[in-house]
């Protein structure tokens, strides 16, 4: 299986509700990233857990919430969201082998719009 | 900082003409260098890497790329152009972070149109 899926494929929510996203893979992978991408721009790094452990925040407001329950499972809690935060969230996982890292794997992305 | 440019915005190629996209990336090691492509409203896809050895990589659908070190430049290009390669490419670079996490820094993106 050398698949990252994502849920929901699409999500709109106000901005008083609460919602997640949810990201998994079965390769195992020990680093999984968050991404932020607005239309027609690149993707940008919001945060990277690397055996199941926070190692990079990239300045991402609170009402961002990441968290790694287990290697496979990656989740972003969302809170208070403004309607700027509306894009595509990618998830991406990679592994190190042998002390080299290997590519990112993306998924298809949650499309999220905040009213 | 790294940092990665991708000078054409645009491209329109007619289907069979080969194609250039363009790369320069700021890195002060040698860099991991990627190209990755996306379909609307899709994820990135890997198209090809480099990470050191022959300067000259193979990638899939037919694509391949040519690092160029004392041109700080990573070009991708492909000899014939299918309908299907229309898309957004995005260049990026990284530096290990270690425990196989990676920091990657993309590109702005060159939009592919093919005419047919």
């Known amino acids: 299986d050398t698949e990252v899926t994502q849920t929901p494929k699409h999500l709109v929510m106000g901005m008083t509700n609460k919602k997640s996203l949810k990201c998994e893979q079965h390769?195992?992978?020990?680093?999984m990233y968050w991404y932020k991408q607005k239309a027609k721009k690149p993707p940008e790094l919001m945060f990277v857990?690397?055996?199941?452990?926070?190692?990079i925040n990239e300045s991402v407001p609170s009402r961002f919430s990441p968290e790694c329950p287990n290697s496979s499972l990656l989740n972003l809690h969302l809170h208070a969201l403004q309607p700027e935060d509306s894009a595509l969230y990618l998830c991406?996982?990679?592994?190190?082998?042998?002390?080299?890292?290997?590519?990112?794997?993306f998924g298809p992305g949650t499309r999220l719009t905040v009213l | 900082a790294q940092s990665v440019t991708q000078p054409d915005i645009h491209i329109t190629v007619s289907e069979g003409a080969s194609l250039e996209l363009r790369c320069n990336y700021s890195y002060g090691a040698t860099p991991y260098l990627f190209w990755y492509v996306q379909s609307p409203g899709q994820g990135l896809q890997l198209l090809l890497k480099y990470f050191s050895g022959d300067t000259l990589v193979q990638g899939i659908k037919g694509f391949e790329a040519e690092f160029k070190r004392s041109q700080s430049s990573f070009n991708l290009r492909k000899p014939s152009v299918h309908w299907s390669d229309a898309a957004e490419y995005f260049c990026?670079?990284?530096?290990?972070?270690?425990?196989?996490?990676?920091?990657?820094?993309f590109g702005k993106g060159t939009k592919l149109s093919v005419i047919p």
């Open positions: 857990y690397s055996y199941e452990k926070l190692s």
């Open positions: 991406a996982s990679s592994q190190e082998f042998r002390g080299q890292y290997n590519e990112q794997f």
């Open positions: 990026a670079v990284g530096p290990y972070s270690g425990a196989g996490s990676y920091q990657l820094t």
């Open positions: 390769m195992g992978h020990r680093a």
